[in-house]
């Protein structure tokens, strides 16, 4: 009796990352707000899971990721690295499986990422944001690419993503002199998409998530993994696995629904298939 009672009267603890979908849209929320949503050990753990599970599930069409509180996300979580739930609580004593990290995995989803930043994103949380494929930022938002002044380098991405996005020289003034960019700033330097006021954040992200959702997700998701390839193919090589991924869309039920809805002048019906 006393074993129930004391069973009945635990208090489950809140998730650190939520898990929501809803009208094709997986959103995932960092939920810290205490600490500014750094990311402890098991919180790598489940946002890894939650990115991979979104991946994989056929009814999820776009992925939001978001934040909770002020930041999106500070960085990763210092203090409980003195403890048991550090980065370390996410690998062996002596290495960390770097490929079901949220980096690796965000690189290596087909679903399409948006990450609505609805605050300030620094170290992790900016190479986190970064690795997301469409940035929407609240103007209070800011990255902080403050790895120099810790005395550690973009420790998950940004070195391999900043050349890439803003150029060679862009990405070293950024890197080397550890600079915080504001949400306007940012666009002006090609790091958002788009900057909205704080309150209409998650709309707006919504609504571009809704406007990916409603095409053929199969074709979307082709598209996005031959961006990825093209990244580190030539040209010739590029067309050439874009025609060998053009064959099998060619069969689906979503390209002859997308020819038909364009001769009867309607909105096409996708089913990802």
Same mark, same amino acid.
């Given at each position: ?113 948006? +990450?609505?930043?609805? /605050?300030? #994103?620094?170290?992790?949380?900016? %190479?986190?944001? $970064?690795?997301?494929?469409? =940035?929407?930022? !609240? ?46 700033? +940012?666009?002006?330097? /090609?790091? #958002?998409?788009?900057?909205?006021? %704080?309150?209409? $954040?998650?709309?707006?992200? =919504?609504?571009? !998530? ?64």
């Amino acid at each position: 009796m006393n074993n129930l009672q004391s069973s009945a009267q635990t208090v489950p603890a809140v998730s650190e990352v939520l898990y929501a979908v809803e009208d094709h849209i997986a959103t995932i929320t960092l939920n810290a707000p205490q600490r500014m949503n750094t990311i402890s050990g098991p919180m790598l753990n489940e946002l890894a899971a939650l990115l991979i599970k979104a991946n994989q599930d056929a009814d999820v069409r776009c992925v939001i990721l978001t934040g909770n509180g002020r930041a999106f996300c500070a960085g990763l979580d210092l203090t409980k690295e003195r403890g048991d739930e550090g980065l370390s609580a996410a690998s062996s004593p002596t290495t960390l499986d770097l490929r079901n990290t949220p980096p690796t995995v965000l690189q290596g989803m087909d679903k399409p990422t948006i +990450c609505a930043v609805n /605050g300030g #994103a620094a170290g992790y949380g900016m %190479d986190t944001a $970064l690795g997301c494929d469409i =940035r929407i930022m !609240a103007e209070s938002a800011k990255l902080a690419a403050a790895f120099v002044k810790r005395g550690v380098v973009p420790e998950s991405g940004g070195t391999w993503f900043l050349p890439r996005m803003i150029g060679w020289a862009k990405a070293s003034e950024l890197i080397f002199t550890g600079r915080t960019l504001s949400a306007r700033e +940012c666009l002006d330097w /090609g790091l #958002a998409n788009e900057v909205v006021p %704080d309150a209409e $954040l998650m709309g707006r992200a =919504r609504a571009v !998530a809704k406007e990916i959702a409603g095409n053929a997700p199969l074709a979307v998701q082709a598209a996005k993994r031959m961006m990825r390839i093209g990244l580190n193919e030539t040209f010739p090589d590029h067309v050439h696995h874009v025609y060998l991924q053009l064959l099998p869309l060619f069969k689906t039920h979503d390209m002859k629904e997308g020819i038909a809805a364009f001769m009867e002048k309607r909105e096409a019906k996708f089913e990802g298939r």
